[in-house]
């Protein structure tokens, strides 16, 4: 129980953080570039990287004042570090036009390092499953370290805060979850600052979709799909038949006009070929009309049926099957891979099983 109110306390004060300004560090790295203190610029952006409590956005100032002087005091290779982390986590991060070219130097080299990589930069998608909330990530640099998750399986109920090493993927067994759930998550640096954030608590991310209000909605729902197909194969199957009576009337068709191009119907009585043979013309005509009227049919059936039997198939799923949500950068969260259980001996969470709320 203290444990959990330890834990729950922590984490409220830490998303409480992310909406608070700018780091007194941050801002000093900023004054002293302003005032061409280059070594100071770099060592206030250095503590105010390791002081931690920075949002993904303060992290790339940060990193980008380190890269800058770094490359003004000669050292290259730092601010190349500094530029390929700024990158990963911000790949439309860019250097003002002003900077010097000298200084451009590494940022450039950085730039190059993942555009020859097809892979991704730091990626996080989360999926609702059907027993249990997983976060995936791809983080080439390593950069995430811990994972912290506030989650609620109903709209109206308290949230459970839970925390977890970051890693490919995390699953999250939520107690009453079933296919549902309303999540803020962080991602963290070794220093504790977020290099990615999903939601807030104001406007958390949903996952999955909302449970059906009754058993007859459920039906209806998971019918719907059947509907559609029966639809479209009885669609199919009468235009096969209008095929049939488009080919059958043109089957007649050629035949009246075999008589009417003959002397099948002419008799030696004195009247004209018309008065002899209008009755197989008008059937030859008749015929005619009748099998394009099947043709034309029996194609606009048949494009109905495939619309219904296609719409029907696609939309087929289970009202709980997972759903994904990718993320950009700025909402991002990161787990995979090491799974852990709740200590019952205190508040550190083991490798070991599954992370339980």
């Known amino acids: 129980m203290i444990c959990s109110v330890l834990r729950s306390g922590a984490l409220a004060a830490l998303f409480l953080a992310l909406s608070s300004p700018v780091s007194a560090q941050l801002e000093r790295a900023e004054q002293a570039f302003a005032d061409v203190d280059l070594e100071g610029t770099r060592d206030a952006a250095r503590t105010a990287l390791e002081a931690g409590g920075l949002s993904r956005d303060d992290v790339v100032r940060a990193l980008r004042l380190l890269g800058l002087s770094h490359a003004a005091l000669g050292e290259n290779r730092a601010a190349y570090d500094s530029f390929v982390r700024m990158l990963a986590l911000d790949p439309e991060a860019s250097l003002e036009r002003s900077i ?45 370290r811990t994972l912290k998750l506030r989650a609620r399986v109903e709209t109206t109920a308290a949230y459970r805060d839970r925390e977890a090493p970051a890693s490919p993927e995390v699953a999250f067994e939520v107690d009453g979850y079933e296919g ?6 962080v991602a963290l640096d070794e220093h504790g600052n977020a290099v990615a954030t999903l939601g807030s608590e104001a406007v958390p991310t949903e996952l999955g979709r909302l449970r059906e209000r ?24 009468l235009a096969a038949a209008s095929v049939g009576l488009g080919a059958g009337f043109h089957a007649r068709r050629q035949s009246l006009a075999s008589d009417w191009n003959g002397d099948a119907c002419e008799r030696p009585i004195g009247a004209t070929r018309a008065e ?66 709740r200590s019952t001996h205190g508040c550190h969470d083991s490798p070991h099983g599954r992370l339980w709320l």
């Open 214 to 237: 009754s058993a007859g909605s459920s039906n209806a729902t998971s019918s719907e799909p059947r509907v559609g197909r029966i639809l479209g194969g009885v669609a199919l199957g």
């Open 180 to 185: 549902y759930a309303e999540a803020v998550l």
């Open 100 to 144: 010097a070219p000298q200084l451009r130097g590494p940022y450039l080299e950085a730039r190059g390092y993942w555009n020859a990589r097809s892979g991704p930069r730091f990626e996080v998608e989360l999926v609702a499953g059907p027993s249990a909330i997983v976060a995936r990530v791809r983080d080439p640099l390593g950069i995430a």
């Open 276 to 341: 002899q043979c209008g009755e197989v013309r008008d059937d030859l005509d008749r015929a005619q009309t009748l099998s394009i009227v099947g043709y034309a049919l029996a194609g606009a059936l048949a494009a109905t049926g495939i619309v219904l039997f296609a719409v029907g198939g696609g939309s087929e799923r289970h009202p709980h099957a997972p759903r994904r949500h990718p993320l950009t950068l700025e909402n991002a969260p990161h787990f995979l891979g090491s799974r852990t259980r």
